[in-house]
């Protein structure tokens, strides 16, 4: 009777644990006002001369049913989905067949695999250079631009150096011995927040900010934008065009140091918010992060265009939710169906498109580290 019980239980614990695994959320978003797309002429898109510029821009959750949920919502356009190039990325950590942010992050910044949680550091907790620091010794100056706060993983992998990605005021505590340049994140609040000698560390190395419009970001060495908390937040709750307006600022900014010293520029830029509405399995707010973040690229490839010395690469540090979009949709009415099997990360490697000299550099397959290992090459000219 007792190993029947035994079994019969664990039969139960079996059916659960499946109904749970298998359990869909489904979304909808409907009625939305196309914002339109931008599809450049291709001249420079492929040349062999190595590009001055490099603007990474990570889409953080987003897999192609991300990507394609906006495509669809946009009436079936997205400046993103208008260029030629685009391969595939793995993501999986040193340590997890699914990564976290933190590790993923850290390879995009450092072209080295790492541990879950990790911040710039590798599997032992040793620190491992970033782009920043490896670009600044030759005159490529480096920024960052991400809708997350300062702190978060992907951001604070371009500038820190800790062994887990819960250690903010480490992290933040890193930020004026980084080699960045110019960086725009949140928030004035979470500063505010910092120990009293972290707060005046980094005003001696940056002049900080909240907003663009200050007279204080011109003629300075290195700007740090930090608005408030709610233009940030999810476009849910009215973030308005912060992820493309400092986009814009972060490429003006650092062409002015590129122009003055002939030398170049990296930026990463991070729709974050597209992750933490999978994480939530909130369908309509990822659509609008994507259109959102599509914006951003929009400004990246108009002036990857106009300048004819910059490669941008569009990507992500992993998928999100496990998103697939059911068979109602009806494009021309702005109007999409999605569903989530997860409210976690998931393996599936994520596409890259690039625009841009040696944009076919990145074609096929590829892990994140070795993304950031070709982008080294590329600007340092070897």
Not at 302 to 319: C, P, Q, W, Y
Request: glycine letters at 10%; hydrophobic letters at 40%.
């Amino acid at each position: 009777m007792m190993k029947k019980l035994i079994l019969t239980a664990a039969a139960a614990i079996v059916a659960i644990s499946q109904a749970f695994a298998q359990n869909l959320v489904e979304g909808k978003i409907e009625g939305v006002t196309p914002q339109g797309s931008y599809t450049p002429s291709f001249k420079y898109d492929g040349e062999q001369k190595a590009p001055l510029n490099i603007i990474l821009m990570i889409g953080d959750g987003t897999g192609l049913a991300q990507i394609a949920s906006g495509y669809y919502a946009n009436g079936g356009t997205l400046t993103v989905m208008n260029l030629r190039t685009m391969g595939l990325v793995t993501t999986c950590s040193a340590s997890h067949f699914t990564t976290d942010s933190a590790a993923s992050g850290t390879a995009y910044a450092t072209g080295h695999k790492t541990h879950n949680h990790a911040v710039g550091v590798d599997v032992n907790d040793k620190t491992l250079p970033n782009i920043p620091e490896i670009l600044a010794p030759v005159g490529i100056v480096s920024g960052i631009v991400s809708t997350d706060d300062l702190h978060g993983a992907t951001p604070a992998s371009f500038f820190a150096h800790q062994p887990h990605r819960k250690m903010t005021d480490e992290i933040w505590a890193d930020l004026p011995s980084s080699k960045l340049a110019f960086f725009a994140a949140g928030s004035e609040e979470k500063f505010a927040e910092r120990p009293a000698g972290t707060q005046e560390a980094i005003r001696k190395e940056f002049t900080i900010v909240s907003s663009l419009d200050s007279g204080l970001t011109k003629g300075a060495a290195r700007v740090g934008y930090l608005p408030p908390k709610s233009e940030t937040q999810s476009m849910k709750y009215g973030r308005g065009d912060f992820l493309p307006a400092s986009t814009k600022f972060a490429i003006d900014f650092l062409m002015n140091h590129r122009t003055g010293r002939k030398k170049g520029f990296f930026l990463m830029v991070e729709g974050a918010r597209i992750d933490k509405s999978c994480h939530k399995n909130d369908f309509p707010s990822a659509v609008k992060e994507m259109l959102d973040f599509d914006k951003a690229i929009e400004a990246a490839i108009r002036f990857a265009e106009k300048d004819g010395n910059t490669l941008v690469l569009i990507s992500a540090d992993h998928e999100t939710g496990g998103l697939s979009l059911n068979r109602n949709g009806v494009p021309e009415e702005g109007t999409v169906e999605g569903r989530f099997v997860t409210r976690g990360h998931t393996p599936i490697p994520v596409p890259i498109f690039a625009y841009g000299p040696h944009s076919q550099d990145f074609m096929g397959v590829q892990g994140n580290d070795e993304v950031a290992r070709k982008i080294i090459k590329l600007l340092r000219g070897k």
